[in-house]
Structure formats: C-alpha cells, structure tokens
C-alpha cells in the first residue's frame, strides 16, 4: 500500500530561522511527488512537482528535493506569511489516473 | 470560471438526512476529483472523472456515495442517510491532465457537519 509520512507534525520559526519539512515516502513506481500548501478555510494549493531524484525547485524561500526515499522543504529565512499547512503527496502513474496518496501535513507557524 | 468553486461552503445536517455537494470546476479542464479531509488525517481521495465517466471510484467509502458529472463540467457528490463519521471538509479538484502531473487547482471545500 502506497504511504507518506509527514514531519514534523508542527513546527515553530521565528521569522528568519531557515528549517526544512520531510516527507517520506513509499510509493511504488513513483512517477511524481508534489508540495502543497494550504490556508485555513482554503483547499490545498500547488507548489511543485518532482519526478526523479535529484531533481530541485525553487519558488521564493523555499526550495524542494527529492531522493529515492523522501522529500525535503527548505524554508530559508522564512515571513510569517509562510505559515501554514504544507502537504506532500505521492503519485504511482499507471492505473493511479491522477490520483495522489497524501501525508497528513506539516503546521508551519512563523513568528515576528 | 477563474478557479474551482464548491457550494454550499458549509453545510449542517442532521443524522440520516441526504446531502449534495456541489463542484464547478476550471473550464476545459477534463479531470476532475473528490478528496475528503477529516480533522488530523490526510486528504482521503473519494473518486476520478475524466469527461463524464468515472474510471476510478475505489475511494467511496460506501454505497451511501455516489456522484455524478454532467456536460464534462459540473459534478455533484450525494451522500445518502448521513452519519457522524462523514463530517469532514470535501475537497474537489480539476486539472487539464488526468495524470495529474501538473498539479490540481483545488476549490475551498464544503464543510459538512453531521449532528
């Protein structure tokens, strides 16, 4: 069965203090692993999509990796406008038709 | 539309009674999901459309769910004699790819309350 494994389950900054989320994952024939953020009140929104490993993106202060085992979400110097629920999801391709296999998520709280 | 819309926004219901969920999504955009977030757990996927047909229903999580999607746009998700266990945020998604790859726009959610 496909997992992702989110942590930590919280995590408190202040503002400036660079830190990174982790997603593990098992997903069998992983053709994609994606970042979310989502917004209290507000579905889930897009950030990235990676496809192999070693592969990296950037958006703003944060930049995403990829290896054959996990995924890591560089927070580098962070505003308190970053914070939020950040998700990883996994993607299998084939039958899977789109669909993604989601970790619970990681609370990002960025203090003045 | 500009972004996915879902309504009602939140919906209190009471035990027993059916509920449809509402979802227009971006479009042209041809996939279409259901997800549901339950507090503290992950997003649950719930059912695939491409166009009007559903290839992948294996996330319903009984006959009590079904839903539908009409003119390869709007899509509705009835659930029949709510219970409690189904309170959770429905979340739908569009994409013009059905493998997904490049991300879902996801509308806002419908909150459901089953009391």
């Known amino acids: 069965e496909d997992q992702v494994t989110q942590s930590p389950e919280a995590l408190r900054l202040q503002e400036g203090e660079s830190s990174s989320l982790n997603c593990s994952y098992t997903v069998s024939g992983l053709r994609g692993l994606f970042w979310y953020r989502q917004d209290p009140g507000k579905g889930p929104e897009f950030l990235f999509t990676?496809?192999?490993a070693g592969e990296e993106k950037e958006k703003e202060r944060l930049k995403a990796t990829l290896t054959k085992k996990e995924s890591f979400l560089h927070i580098t110097a962070p505003k308190p406008e970053d914070s939020a629920t950040y998700l990883c999801?996994?993607?299998?391709?084939?039958?899977?038709?789109?669909?993604?296999?989601f970790g619970q998520g990681t609370i990002l709280t960025v203090h003045p | 539309g500009a972004g996915v819309s879902q309504s009602p926004s939140n919906k209190v219901t009471e035990k027993g009674k059916d509920v449809e969920l509402r979802c227009d999504p971006i479009s042209g955009h041809t996939a279409l999901y259901w997800y549901r977030q339950s507090l503290g757990q992950g997003l649950e996927f719930l059912i695939y459309f491409q166009g009007n047909s559903a290839p992948d229903k294996s996330g319903l999580p009984s006959d009590r769910f079904s839903a539908e999607r009409t003119g390869g746009s709007v899509s509705t998700l009835t659930i029949q004699r709510t219970q409690q266990e189904d309170s959770a945020v429905y979340l739908c998604?569009?994409?013009?790819?059905?493998?997904?790859?490049?991300?879902?726009?996801f509308g806002s959610g419908t909150r459901l309350t089953v009391v």
């Open positions: 998604a569009s994409t013009p790819d059905p493998t997904g790859l490049y991300g879902y726009t």
């Open positions: 990676l496809y192999s």
């Open positions: 999801a996994g993607y299998a391709g084939g039958t899977s038709y789109g669909k993604l296999t």
